[in-house]
């Protein structure tokens, strides 16, 4: 008996909506130990699936919006280490995203 936890399938009805479901399963034994069935949980995550998918959307589309800025766009943590760097940023400066990254802004540039 093999033990499932998590495993995401599709699933469609009747009327051939498709539906995402989690799966949770696990052997049913006996008094013996021998395995007689099965035991499975499923949940439908479709609209979680559909949340998930939209926000990897917006977030390909600002990251498309600031590398293709008109405008040098730098971000820095904390500790004033770069940690967003665009396509105008490095042209204004020669400087690569690569090259940019994890560096101290104030000392490097």
Known sequence: ??????????????????LDILL?????RNAD?????MVGVG???TE????EAELERVARDLRCL??????PIFGIDKNG??????????HITGHTKVEAFGKNLVDKF
Not at 1 to 18: S, V, W, Y
Not at 24 to 28: E, G, H, L
Not at 33 to 37: A, K, L, Q, Y
Not at 48 to 51: D, G, L, V
């Open 81 to 90: 280490l770069v940690n967003e760097w665009n396509n105008k940023a490095a």
């Open 24 to 28: 949770n399963a696990t052997s049913r």
């Open 48 to 51: 979680r699936k559909a949340a």
């Open 43 to 45: 949940q439908d995550i």
């Open 1 to 18: 008996g093999i033990e499932i936890a998590n495993f995401e399938f599709p699933l469609f009805t009747k009327d051939q909506q498709r």
């Open 33 to 37: 130990m021998h395995i007689v069935g």
């Open 66 to 71: 600031i590398d293709t800025a008109n405008a």
